[in-house]
């Protein structure tokens, strides 16, 4: 479980961390101020960049995806399964390089104008007042060229105008229309403006620069730029976008685009038609020859075999063996009756009736039976009242016995006719037999040969038919994309945003400060505060922090001083007197050793000026110079260099401390024993005898003896001295004394090297005063100015 006290300690440690950045307000003030300055110039002098629309709607092809000329070949069941490309390809297709190169080319995107202003530069399009015609271009020594040197013009008149380079002697006069070479180029200029006053407006704005571009690098920077994005994925909604400074020049690329897009679409649809138009022709031919080869052979097989219609034909042999059966049955019947009769008539011997209506086909016969019967019926009927005697009877017998033998006469007549038509017709029947065996054969043969024309017919038509709707693709073709919007710009920019710039230079203009601070303190191994030094070792009491002097500020402590130094020295003094609580009974003054780290921490600074504050104080004081290898009184004590000194009182026996001391030009109670001759040894002096001497004779004399030391670390002059002092004072300069040089203090005092050792720290900026003095108060702050306190509060200064 922690302990409260831990809790109080992070608690606390977490506010002096964020004082420690709070009290430097007036450098995060300076820095929103100046960031937000930055923010409004920049919005005020930066080229706006507007984002351009367009959509488009890509056609879904039939039948798969496939062409109309290719679809004919999938009528046929050909290039089954063969389709286009899905909607990522038009995406590709749309970003392509060959694509945005052709839109470059095409708008010559590649020359840019530019408006030369004092501030800034801007990019002009369709308000340009000329334009630039490349005649010529040497693409190979365009490239040769690191830097294309910009062409500078300025209209003269409305048919002239100056052309020259920067950079170079090149200057010429021109006329409009006028071709003129460059090293890469050859150009010639148009007017591109309606009236004098235009040309006016123009050269008040200032000069036009033409710069001459790669096509492949302006190509590729659009193509980087250009945003191609389905709308939905379900869908083949497409939408371009082009964030650009130019409006108009962002619309006329997208909708070139688009144009360029559709006419490729186009061409290849139409290089589809073409082929496919050159490949039925190309089989209308061969058909054409297979089917007149075909009908010759059909009408040759028909005169070899004689035939106009084999099927006809055959139904009329079909016809015509019918025909004589037919006859052979009826010539077979009349045979039978004719045998019938004949046999009728020798069997029958009497003058009956003969059998009428039999169905003879011979009327002679026919006629002669009714003659016959007739007169049987007309005897029978005379013969009924009369007798066979009678006359008439007997002729009448007479007759019918003659008509009877011509009967029986035109019956074997008429039956000889007839075996002879029945063998005819036996003939006959065999030849068409014959005929008729022969038709399967020539019939299979004719199939054959009209299977070949209908099929070559077939594709003839067939063909025809698509070579007329390939005509009519090749007249009419569609655009692929259609253009739902045209392409638009926002009102708006796009960049940069106000509120974004505003809002990141107000957070940069915190940001700044609280890294500059952080970095300074995490970089920074320096002591700053006195928390440094608590931080190191807290059983070493820090007995004063002498703030910082300005340029104009005095260094020395006056009399009746109400500066916040004089008053820090004063704090010194009041802190020391607890420490000296001990040595109240010491019938003698006290020594206070003066001491450092190293070189320029401040050890004289606060050496003179603590014992000129202990001097106002009414106490008798003597300033020590025990530094004799570089004496450092002279700063204050102009003459103190010429002083004798420490190292001649111990060199010297004769000598008497009273001739050495000499008094202070400061204050009456302070006196100056100077360090004297620099000797060749101040560590051997030192440990001489007569150093006890030195510091009894001086505590016998003054209240206090201020002894301003050698820096430790350096000699061991301070170790050889120390232990003939009461107190000693350890300085540290804030932002000059590293703080790992602490450590060597704590080390010095636990082994005993430093008698009863305090911290001084010198230098301490106003913002990092610990305890009361972090307030700033002091009898003189009202004289303070604004900006005194401002840098007082940054310390920075």
Not at 80 to 108: A, F, H, P, Y
Request: aromatic content about 8%; proline content about 3%.
């Amino acid at each position: 479980m922690a302990h409260p006290n831990q809790h109080q300690e992070e608690e606390i440690d977490l506010r002096e961390e964020l004082q420690n950045y709070l009290r430097r307000w007036p450098l995060f003030v300076a820095g929103v101020l100046v960031c937000l300055a930055g923010a409004f110039l920049y919005l005020r002098y930066a080229t706006p960049t507007y984002n351009t629309l367009t959509t488009i709607i890509i056609k879904e092809e039939e039948k798969g995806g496939l062409s109309s000329e290719l679809s004919a070949f999938a009528d046929m069941g050909m290039l089954g399964g063969m389709g286009s490309g899905s909607i990522e390809n038009e995406l590709g297709i749309l970003k392509s390089k060959r694509l945005m190169t052709n839109v470059v080319k095409e708008l010559q995107l590649n020359v840019r104008y530019f408006q030369e202003g004092m501030v800034r530069t801007t990019e002009l399009y369709d308000e340009r007042p000329f334009n630039i015609q490349v005649l010529a271009f040497d693409r190979e020594r365009f490239e040769k060229i690191e830097e294309p040197e910009a062409l500078y013009f300025d209209i003269i008149s409305d048919s002239t105008f100056v052309v020259s380079m920067k950079d170079s002697d090149f200057r010429k006069k021109m006329n409009f229309g006028e071709a003129f070479s460059l090293p890469y180029a050859e150009i010639s200029v148009t007017p591109n403006f309606n009236s004098l006053s235009e040309i006016s407006e123009s050269r008040e704005k200032g000069k036009i620069s033409v710069q001459f571009n790669s096509i492949d690098a302006v190509a590729a920077g659009y193509r980087q730029k250009l945003q191609v994005n389905l709308t939905d994925k379900n869908s083949s909604l497409i939408e371009l976008s082009l964030e650009d400074p130019v409006k108009d020049k962002a619309q006329h690329l997208l909708d070139q685009l688009v144009r360029q897009y559709n006419s490729e679409a186009i061409e290849d649809k139409n290089l589809v038609s073409m082929n496919t138009a050159n490949f039925i022709e190309d089989r209308l031919e061969i058909i054409t020859r297979e089917l007149d080869s075909v009908e010759t052979g059909k009408e040759a097989f028909k005169k070899e075999n004689k035939l106009t219609d084999i099927e006809a034909e055959s139904e009329l042999f079909i016809e015509n063996a019918s025909d004589f059966r037919n006859r052979q049955l009826e010539v077979e019947t009349q045979l039978e009756l004719a045998n019938t009769m004949i046999d009728y008539l020798k069997s029958d011997e009497g003058n009956g009736l003969l059998p009428s209506n039999l169905g003879f086909k011979e009327e002679g016969v026919v006629s002669i039976i009714q003659s016959y019967n007739q007169l049987v019926l007309e005897r029978d009927r005379i013969l009924a009242g009369s007798t066979e005697r009678n006359p008439v009877i007997v002729n009448l017998n007479n007759q019918i016995n003659q008509i009877r033998a011509n009967v029986l006469q035109s019956l074997n007549n008429l039956r000889t006719s007839l075996r002879i038509a029945q063998k005819d017709l036996d003939a006959q029947e065999a030849k068409i037999d014959a005929q008729i065996a022969k038709v399967p054969s020539k019939e299979k043969q004719f199939r054959n040969i009209e299977r070949q024309q209908n099929i070559k017919e077939a594709l003839y038509l067939y063909l025809l038919q698509k070579r007329e709707e390939t005509s009519l693709s090749l007249a009419v073709t569609a655009p692929k994309a259609k253009i739902v919007d045209a392409a638009y710009s926002s009102n708006t920019p796009v960049s940069p945003k106000p509120q974004i710039i505003l809002l990141a230079a107000f957070i940069l203009g915190l940001l700044i400060p609280f890294l500059f601070i952080y970095l300074k303190q995490l970089l920074n191994n320096k002591l700053q505060e006195r928390g440094d030094i608590e931080d190191i070792t807290r059983e070493i009491p820090i007995v004063g922090e002498i703030p910082s002097i300005g340029k104009n500020d005095s260094e020395m402590v006056l009399q009746n001083d109400r500066s916040v130094l004089g008053e820090s020295f004063r704090i010194l003094h009041t802190n020391l007197q607890y420490l000296l609580a001990n040595y109240t009974e010491k019938p003698s003054g006290n020594s206070i050793c003066v001491t450092s780290s190293v070189k320029g921490e401040g050890k004289t600074f606060v050496s003179y000026n603590f014992a000129l504050t202990l001097a106002n104080t009414g106490k008798k004081v003597v300033i020590v110079g025990a530094d004799l290898r570089n004496p450092q009184l002279q700063r204050y004590e102009t003459d103190a260099r010429q002083y004798r000194g420490v190292s001649d009182y111990l060199v010297n026996n004769d000598l008497k401390l009273e001739e050495l001391i000499t008094g202070s030009e400061f204050h009456p109670n302070l006196d100056i024993l100077a360090s004297g001759t620099i000797p060749p040894n101040p560590s051997e002096l030192w440990r001489s005898k007569k150093t006890p001497q030195l510091f009894a004779e001086l505590e016998s004399l003054y209240d206090y003896v201020i002894v301003d030391t050698a820096p430790s670390l350096l000699v061991t002059d301070t170790f050889l001295i120390n232990h003939y002092a009461d107190l000693t004072l350890y300085v540290s300069r804030a932002g000059y004394t590293e703080k790992k040089l602490i450590n060597f203090a704590v080390d010095s005092r636990n082994e005993g090297k430093l008698k009863n050792l305090s911290f001084v720290l010198n230098d301490v900026k106003a913002a990092n005063f610990g305890y009361g003095n972090k307030y700033g108060y002091a009898y003189g702050e009202e004289t303070t100015g604004f900006w005194d306190k401002v840098k007082n509060k940054v310390a920075f200064w």
